[in-house]
C-alpha cells in the first residue's frame, strides 16, 4: 500500500530536549516535505527536499533541521525545542513533475512541547 | 509572498449543498486544489483544478474558478454527514518547484 509514514503519532516532551520525528515513504517519490499546522494559519511549509541530498527552507524553518541522505526518508530535527513548535506536524511527498501530481501525507504528529 | 485565504467556520444541513470559498493573491498560480482533513488524520486530495480552466465537475464536488478575481470555490452537492471535515485550499505557482501554499482551512459541519 502507498503511504506516507509518520512517527511517533504523538509525544510530549520538555524544552531543550532534542526529538526527530521521522518520516518515510514507499513511493519512490523524489519530493518531500515538513509542514506544520496550527489553528487560523492552516499548513506553513518547513523545509522542503527535491531529492536526495537537496532541502531547502520553507516559510517558517527557524528551529528546525532536516536531512535526505535517502530517497524514502526526510527527518525533522528539533534540536532545542520551544513551547512554540507545539502543533501538529505533516510529512508530504510526491513525484516530481506538473502539478496534477497530487502531495500524498501522512498521518500527522501532535507534539507537545511543555 | 502568496497568500491563500478562506473563511474559518461553515454549518449546512445535510441534503443541502455546501459552497466553500477561497482566495488567493498569486496570479501566477498553476493549479489549484481542495484537500479534505478528517479528523485525526493526514489531508487528502480531492480535486484540483488547472489555471486556464473555469469549472470541473466531479460527481458530487463542483470547482469554480474566478482567475479574474482569484477567487475559487467547491460546492459539495447533497451534503452528507460523511463530508464533515476541514477542507484545504491550495495553490501551486509556476515557480522552479513544487511549492504549493496551503489556506487556513475550512471547518463543514454537517448538521443531521
Known amino acids: 500500500e502507498a503511504q506516507v509514514t509518520q512517527n511517533p503519532r504523538y509525544l510530549i516532551t520538555v524544552t531543550g530536549k532534542k526529538l526527530t520525528v521521522t518520516c518515510s515513504q514507499n513511493?519512490?517519490?523524489?519530493?518531500m516535505s515538513w509542514y506544520r499546522q496550527d489553528p487560523g494559519l492552516g499548513l506553513r511549509q518547513i523545509y522542503y527536499s527535491m531529492n536526495v541530498e537537496v532541502t531547502d527552507k520553507g516559510d517558517v524553518p527557524e528551529g528546525y533541521k532536516v536531512s535526505r541522505k535517502e530517497k524514502r526518508n526526510f527527518p525533522l530535527i528539533l534540536e532545542s525545542p520551544s513551547p512554540n513548535q507545539t502543533s501538529l506536524y505533516f510529512c508530504?511527498?510526491?513525484?516530481?513533475?506538473?502539478?496534477?501530481?497530487?502531495?500524498?501525507f501522512g498521518d500527522g504528529t501532535r507534539l507537545s512541547i511543555l | 509572498g502568496e497568500d491563500v485565504e478562506q473563511s474559518l467556520f461553515l454549518s449546512v444541513r445535510e441534503g443541502d449543498s455546501s459552497v466553500i470559498n477561497c482566495t488567493y493573491t498569486?496570479?501566477?498560480?498553476?493549479?489549484l486544489y481542495w484537500y479534505k482533513q478528517e479528523p485525526g488524520a493526514g489531508l487528502q486530495l480531492l480535486t484540483y483544478i488547472f489555471s486556464n480552466m473555469d469549472m470541473k465537475q466531479d460527481q458530487r464536488l463542483t470547482v469554480l474558478l474566478n482567475k479574474k478575481d482569484k477567487h475559487l470555490s467547491l460546492r459539495i452537492a447533497d451534503t452528507q454527514t460523511g463530508d464533515s471535515a476541514i477542507y484545504f485550499c491550495?495553490?501551486?505557482?509556476?515557480?522552479?518547484?513544487?511549492?504549493?501554499?496551503f489556506g487556513t482551512g475550512t471547518k463543514l459541519q454537517v448538521i443531521p
Open positions: 498569486d496570479s501566477s498560480s498553476t493549479y
Open positions: 491550495a495553490e501551486m505557482n509556476s515557480g522552479g518547484y513544487q511549492k504549493v501554499t
Open positions: 513511493m519512490n517519490h523524489e519530493y
Open positions: 508530504a511527498s510526491s513525484p516530481p513533475g506538473q502539478g496534477n501530481q497530487p502531495q500524498h
